[in-house]
């Protein structure tokens, strides 16, 4: 295992940096990556490289990339963990921010999985895994640009995987829960930045309210049991699941999604997030 290199993209906290830490333990040379090195010194000093990149700036993908294969010769896994939350009325999102929503949650990541798949053909293995959310599979009032960009990479994520399955190279998509980072958190600030006034206020304070509860529950999981999963994965030596569903609340809101009908699945969510009713 010592030969075999990791990236891991968003890694300078929550789950990409858990996950960079657990490639380690692996036995990976892992590569951690992040806009800004400052927030990368912490895995430096426990030996994780750290790398500056930003997933919406080709050329920094570009010379991410060279700089690994100049160093180690292969790249094995590809962690797609950079991403936010924009969350906002699709009324009251300005079209560029929303374009930015899918530059970092989608294109940043299929633009790195075009870099490292002819390195990966070369090897005849690979893994790329992609951490999209339980909100690729469901959806919640207000946050329709994140959704779309997360329901977008899962789409992709399955082409992918039957485009490089010849090759030897698996694609696995992550689906967190409620995890304990400071996404909620964000999310909620984006989102009353944004319809936190005019005619969508009420739904914004509720759906703020929501995000900023579940950011601080004590029942959110761990970013550790997302970099679990992601361990699992790779070291599956029959070959990883095509989804793991992983942290509070994952795996029965995505059931739901699929059992319910749609009117029952926006009640469901609109008592969740306390909607104001008509």
């Excluded at 294969?69 to 924009?86: H, K, Q």
């Excluded at 739901?256 to 306390?274: K, V, Y």
Aim: hydrophobic share 40%; aromatic share 6%.
């Amino acid at each position: 295992m010592t030969s075999k290199t990791a990236l891991v993209t968003g890694a300078s906290s929550g789950i990409g940096e858990a996950t960079a830490r657990k490639l380690q333990t692996l036995g990976y040379t892992v590569y951690g990556a992040a806009r800004r090195m400052d927030r990368l010194q912490k895995l430096s000093v426990d030996g994780i490289r750290a790398l500056a990149m930003d997933v919406t700036d080709d050329a920094s993908m570009q010379r991410g990339i060279e700089q690994i294969i100049a160093e180690t010769g292969r790249i094995d896994v590809l962690v797609n963990n950079a991403g936010y939350g924009s969350y906002g009325a699709l009324e009251d999102v300005e079209i560029d921010e929303a374009r930015r929503q899918f530059e970092v949650n989608v294109f940043g990541a299929m633009r790195l999985a075009q870099l490292v798949l002819p390195h990966m053909r070369i090897q005849r293995a690979g893994t790329i895994v992609n951490v999209s959310s339980m909100g690729g599979k469901i959806y919640t009032p207000l946050g329709g640009w994140y959704h779309g960009a997360k329901f977008a990479l899962e789409a992709l994520s399955d082409c992918l995987r039957l485009e490089v399955k010849p090759f030897g190279i698996d694609v696995v998509v992550i689906e967190p829960g409620g995890i304990a980072t400071e996404w909620g958190a964000i999310a909620a600030s984006l989102l009353e930045e944004t319809s936190g006034t005019g005619a969508y206020k009420a739904q914004a304070d509720a759906v703020a309210k929501s995000l900023r509860s579940e950011a601080n529950a004590n029942r959110n999981s761990p970013p550790s049991v997302i970099a679990d999963a992601i361990g699992k994965a790779v070291t599956a030596h029959r070959g990883p699941k095509t989804r793991y569903a992983v942290g509070f609340g994952a795996k029965p809101l995505i059931a739901a999604g699929t059992l319910l009908s749609d009117r029952q699945f926006d009640a469901l969510i609109s008592r969740a997030t306390g909607l104001p009713r008509k």
